[in-house]
């Protein structure tokens, strides 16, 4: 793409979150998600090919309608309460509207189904960008609202938690599974986000970094199915062995540093009394747990059997940037022990 | 008066059913040049005479009449429209619908008047809309640069997406 083009694209995507992060009319908000919106889709139909053109219009329509009806909400509560403010909503028809508009822009289940196919069609360096930058306009403004029903996020959190689990268990598509993946910890991050909304945000920010590492490690492989991972122990012998752990903390195992946001999402819940749903949750992750363990199992704790020859490829300098590779799997394997500073720095 | 109301609203939601109706471009923006026209009325009707003014002009002779010109060089050779049963069938389900919910939410249609009264206890020289664009264009300066901007990024978004001619991302182009 022209790099000016690219430049350009680049910069509205940067602006629309910022918009969003600085509104407090709900007009300006909306007005960010739509840059964002409009700003991804040349980047997400670069390579031309009829599957990327496909997965492009499905994110436009769920986004646009998304958007509509955030717009919607927002003029229903203007017309009831006669303001725009963002936190001001005190009638839960428009907020319950907004909620829903949300979870379809970022992907909770029961809203969800766009999104393993979307994430199909992309390279996985567009595919990082919408699972991470895209999402936090959203949850900027899911954390602003003002919850009109108890039971409504709940659901949500809950529901995407289970299907996050239950849909990534047949695939082996490497994009599906990171698309399962993102439901499921998108599901943590909605069912705690009335209770203590700090720990959505810690959710949301150690989700970027383990799913960061996840994806650069695949894109250093330069490989989308779980196959052509068998291969990665005789190219890149270090991030096969880096992998397994970055796939068991995006689980959420202890001591790695995914233990972390489930661990205290789990103490409040149980705080609010809700621990059949904590136990729900925690067990939902199992889920979510088989196929990263599939992942690993075929990565690193197999050699699959194959020639010599492939088995011993030379090992020449390479020329990608593994810096913020390496950055963000020492944070996604150690930052267990930094807890108390992490949510000291986090509480709003 | 209520009558003309009446008359407008319900036109609005025959045209929006249409619009939804309909899987050729032809007869949706048919759909949308009638849906446009009333709600231009209804404006009228809330005192948005300058929006009215707009839309009208805009909207309809601007936006509408390049999507028809574009529908008549690239859309389909044997439109359907409601002369074949399933578009028919899912007109009168949209109707059905609004209707059903219409009457499960309304309490009554003749309890409270559909006519707006628009007007304050004084008298006022400029109506909302005009002052509403004349603000846009003093004290929201920074809104219209960054609405200007949003307009310049959309346009270099839709030349990408279509640059290319039928080897890029459009084999229609």
Known sequence: ?348 | MMYMMYFLLFGLVLGLAAVASNPSPYFAALGLVVVAGIGCGVLIWHGGSFLSLILFLIYLGGMLVVFAYSAALAAEPYPEGWGSWPVLGLMLGYLLGVVSVGTLFSSSMYDESWMVCDEFGEFYFVRGDMEGVATLYSSGGFMLAMGVWVLLVTLFVVLELTRGMSRGTLRAV
């Open chain 1, 1 to 348: 793409m022209n790099p000016y083009i690219l430049t350009i694209l680049l910069f509205a995507m940067g602006l629309g979150t910022t918009i969003t992060f600085a509104s407090s009319h709900w007009l300006l908000a909306w007005m960010g998600l739509e840059i964002n919106t409009l700003a991804i889709l040349p980047l997400m139909c670069q390579s031309h090919h009829p599957r990327a053109v496909e997965a492009t219009i499905k994110y436009f329509l769920t986004q646009a309608t998304a958007a509509a009806m955030l717009l919607f909400a927002s003029i229903t509560n203007a017309w009831i309460t006669g303001q725009w403010n963002l936190e001001f909503m005190s009638y839960s028809l428009p907020t319950t509207l907004v909620t829903v508009a949300l979870a379809l822009k970022i992907g909770l289940a029961p809203l969800h189904a766009w999104m393993p196919e979307v994430l199909q069609g992309l390279d996985l360096t567009t595919g990082l960008i919408l699972s991470t930058w895209q999402k936090l306009a959203p949850f900027c403004l899911l954390l602003q609202i003002n919850p009109s029903n108890t039971s409504l996020l709940l659901i949500l959190g809950l529901a995407s938690t289970l299907v996050g689990g239950w849909g990534g268990l047949n695939q082996n598509q490497l994009r599906k599974i990171l698309a399962y993946s993102s439901i499921a910890h998108l599901g943590w991050m909605i069912l705690v986000l009335q209770f203590f909304p700090s720990l959505t945000l810690l959710t949301l920010l150690m989700y970027f970094v383990m799913t960061f590492s996840l994806f650069i490690s695949f894109k250093v492989n330069n490989s989308t199915t779980i196959n052509s991972l068998s291969m990665s122990w005789s190219k890149t012998p270090i991030i096969s062995s880096m992998v397994p752990f970055i796939l068991l903390s995006l689980g959420g195992l202890p001591p790695l540093s995914g233990f972390m946001p489930k661990w205290l999402i789990l103490q409040e819940l149980t705080k609010q009394s809700l621990a059949p749903l904590a136990t729900l949750a925690a067990l939902s992750a199992l889920l979510s747990l088989y196929f990263y363990l599939r992942i690993s199992y075929a990565m690193t704790l197999t050699m699959s059997p194959n020639t010599l020859l492939n088995a011993l490829p030379w090992r020449l300098p390479s020329n990608q940037h593994t810096l913020p590779l390496a950055i963000t799997t020492s944070l996604t394997i150690c930052l267990l022990p930094l807890t108390p500073a992490i949510t000291a720095l986090l509480t709003l």
